[in-house]
């Protein structure tokens, strides 16, 4: 608890002080209305959004998702969604909708480009069984529960696709975070929810272990 807490005080204060960067930086960018230079977007991810997400979009922190090499159509989506309140779990309301709340179209744009850039981080380490009863569920699904096959959408290697994101790579305690919340409705996409609907706990922290450990 204590420690929840500290860390809790720990990342409020991380949130404000990329505040005020975002206030110092973005605010110029959205005055412009005409596209967002690469350099500007580059200040402004090293700047702001590296604080939570990694310089280089390959956070460390798993409570931050990495951005390295995600599909630019997805993070602008997300950006918007953030932006326009319609993603609601409580980590992106906390966090994520005061970020995107000064982001011009153009800058969200330049940002996407900036991120998607980025070149990803090996994967790292997870236990085996949790890795081969993951790589399972990702690539045949779970017939008997009605869950589909992750690599139909997310591509046989997590790379996904446009609209698909790419998981290869992701943290596996955000993975476990966002399958719970595509469950329990709290993040509302129809698609994942149909997914995640049968998944127990233990499938969910399988599949999240392969994915993390892939390159
Ligand atoms: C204070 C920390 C913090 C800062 C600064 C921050 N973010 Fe985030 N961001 C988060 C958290 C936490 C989440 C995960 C929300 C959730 O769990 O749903 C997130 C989620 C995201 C996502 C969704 C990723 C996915 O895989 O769906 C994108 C895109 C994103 N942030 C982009 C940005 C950009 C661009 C900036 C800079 C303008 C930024 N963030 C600044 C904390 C931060
Ligand atoms: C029919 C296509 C489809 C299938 C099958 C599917 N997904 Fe998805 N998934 C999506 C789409 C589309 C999104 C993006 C949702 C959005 O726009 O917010 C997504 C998003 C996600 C995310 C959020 C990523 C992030 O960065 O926040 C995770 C995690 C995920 N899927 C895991 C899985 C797993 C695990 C499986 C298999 C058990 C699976 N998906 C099967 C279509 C699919």
Redesign the pocket.
């Known amino acids: 608890m204590r420690i929840d807490n500290l860390k809790d005080r720990l990342?409020r204060g991380?949130?404000a002080a990329?505040m005020v960067a975002?206030t110092v930086t973005g605010a110029r960018a959205l005055a412009q209305g005409a596209p967002t230079p690469p350099s500007q977007a580059r200040a402004?991810a090293i700047g702001?959004?590296g604080?939570?997400?990694g310089v280089d979009g390959n956070s460390t922190n798993p409570?931050?998702?990495r951005?390295a090499g995600?599909h630019a159509w997805y993070?602008e989506q997300?950006?918007k969604e953030f932006r326009d309140h319609t993603r609601g779990?409580p980590?992106?309301v906390a966090?994520?909708y005061g970020?995107a709340s000064q982001?011009s179209n153009a800058t969200i744009d330049a940002?996407a480009q900036y991120f998607s850039h980025q070149k990803t981080g090996p994967g790292k380490p997870h236990p085996a069984a949790e890795v081969a009863a993951g790589n399972k569920i990702f690539h045949q699904g779970i017939p008997a529960q009605g869950v589909p096959a992750c690599a139909a959408c997310h591509g046989p290697q997590g790379l996904g696709s446009k609209m698909f994101?790419r998981l290869a790579g992701q943290h596996a305690k955000?993975i476990m975070?966002q399958l719970q919340s595509f469950q329990s409705n709290m993040?509302q996409v129809a698609i994942m929810h149909g997914v995640a609907a049968t998944l127990h706990r233990a499938e969910m922290q399988a599949v999240a272990d392969y994915l993390a450990s892939l390159p």
């Open positions: 990342y991380l949130l990329a975002l402004l702001v959004c604080t939570c997400h409570m931050f998702p951005l995600q993070i997300q950006l779990d980590y992106a966090y994520m970020m982001l940002l994101p955000y975070k993040r």
